[in-house]
Nanobody
Framework: QVQLAESGGDLVQAGGSLRLSCAASGSTPGIAVMGWHRQAPGKQRELVAAIISGGSTNYADSVKGRFTISRDNAKNTLYLQMNSLRPEDTGVYYC?????????WGRGTQVTVSS
């Protein structure tokens, strides 16, 4: 089992920055991929960014050049640095972790970007 706890969501003005964190606990050595999804009101959950255990990253086109995903294996913590935030980045951001057996999800953290 893996437990995930997100933090760092907040209300910020357009153009501002936030850093989200996701602390993982439990069977963390089995995690192959970690990432962030987000869900805006009335929309489906979408992938924002992901990082595999070897360090390769993948980003949604809408956040490329603005967001950076990173992982501190020593601290079992995943980060998402978000710069140049836009109102369309508003939503609940969920951390996830994938093992061979299944995916795990956190409860989410709210990010609101005002125009």
């Amino acid at each position: 089992q893996v437990q995930l706890a997100e933090s760092g969501g907040d209300l910020v003005q357009a153009g501002g920055s936030l850093r989200l964190s996701c602390a993982a606990s439990g069977s963390t050595p089995g995690i192959a991929v970690m990432g962030w999804h987000r869900q805006a009101p009335g929309k489906q959950r979408e992938l924002v960014a992901a990082i595999i255990s070897g360090g390769s990253t993948n980003y949604a086109d809408s956040v490329k050049g603005r967001f950076t995903i990173s992982r501190d294996n020593a601290k079992n913590t995943l980060y998402l640095q978000m710069n140049s935030l836009r109102p369309e980045d508003t939503g609940v951001y969920y951390c996830y972790a994938s093992t061979v057996a299944r995916n795990y999800w956190g409860r989410g953290t709210q990010v609101t970007v005002s125009s």
